[in-house]
């Protein structure tokens, strides 16, 4: 397979040319990805992010797709902490201006919520709860944060088979990520997953199938997010 370094000798300065070889570079980067070459896929990414910040400058939100794609490399690796950075950087390109990307800024905060989930732990929920409770004294109750504290709060209750307040949490965390990221986000289809375990765990295999359904038919959309245990939902299936 060639390799990236290949493709960035023979690129040209010319705008056309370079944004034709960066398109290379992702495709070579996807390919190497899903045969899980991830550090050569993170190369690849990482050189079609240096081609277009030259070429188009380092404040175009265009850099975001490359930013996703080192994100999600980083979640393939579990290396949440540098994925999350990598997200940040993407958030900051969608603030810039005096009129912000809503529906991309809601689409990589729900990135960020499903990083920040997985990073979150049983001895810190206490904390979360506080957390919690000062968003909604800030009047953003909603907020995609709250979502994922109450994901992880209702698996945790799960896990202590109180089904019944899990499910209030879960409830909770569907509600608010359907406001904020939409029905079609990749960490909606984790929750709704997640919930199916529940379904499944109190006799309601009907409904955790049609659950199960619809995440599987989100992830489809992204289809490099199964490759990561962050949004992986087949195991949890049977």
């Known amino acids: 397979m060639q390799t990236c370094d290949k493709k960035v000798a023979s690129a040209t300065d010319d705008n056309k040319t ?17 045969n899980t070459n991830y550090q050569a896929a993170y ?10 910040s030259r070429t188009l400058g380092k404040s175009h939100t265009s850099l975001s797709i490359d930013l996703y794609n080192l994100a999600t490399v980083s979640e393939a690796n579990e290396q949440y902490d540098q994925a999350e950075k990598l997200y940040l950087k ?7 201006g005096n009129q912000p990307n809503k529906e991309k800024l809601n689409e990589f905060q729900g990135y960020l919520a499903a990083i920040r989930y997985a990073k979150m732990t049983e001895s810190n929920l206490d904390k979360l709860q506080l957390i919690s409770k000062a968003f909604k004294q800030l009047h953003d109750p909603d907020n995609i944060r709250i979502a994922a504290i109450n994901h ?42 997640d919930y199916a375990v529940l379904m499944q ?38």
Request: proline share 2%.
């Open 201 to 238: 765990l109190t006799a309601r295999k009907t409904q955790a199938e049609t659950l199960l359904k619809q995440a599987r038919q989100i992830l489809d959309h992204y289809p490099k997010k199964r490759y990561t245990s962050l949004y992986q939902i087949e195991q949890q299936s049977n």
């Open 18 to 34: 370079a944004l034709q070889f960066i398109n290379e570079l992702t495709v070579l980067g996807d390919k190497l990805f899903l």
């Open 90 to 96: 993407a958030l900051n390109l969608f603030n810039r």
């Open 152 to 193: 992880k709060r209702a698996n945790n209750l799960l896990k202590k088979k109180l089904t019944s307040e899990s499910e209030k949490a879960f409830k909770k965390a569907i509600f608010i990520s359907q406001q904020k990221i939409g029905n079609n986000h990749p960490y909606f289809a984790k929750i709704l997953s």
């Open 43 to 52: 190369h690849c990414y990482q050189q079609a992010l240096d081609m277009r």
